[in-house]
């Protein structure tokens, strides 16, 4: 996936790590508890759009 930059694959693995992690509700207030940066960081970032299933395939190809 050459179109994402390093920051952004660096916040999306923090993303789905903090999927994992964070038991009942999954907001941005909890991700900001939780996670490493402010609410406000998780809302622009996630508004942009993410190609999940580009990552997806990109994942399967690779094993």
């Not at 916040?11 to 490493?36: A, P, T, W, Y």
């Amino acid at each position: 996936m050459g179109e994402i930059t390093k920051w952004q694959r660096g916040f999306i693995s923090r993303i789905l790590l903090l999927n994992i992690g964070i038991e009942g509700r999954f907001n941005f207030l909890q991700m900001e508890r939780e996670g490493e940066y402010h609410e406000q960081t998780y809302r622009k970032n996630l508004e942009k759009g993410f190609e999940f299933i580009t990552f997806n395939s990109h994942l399967i190809d690779r094993n």
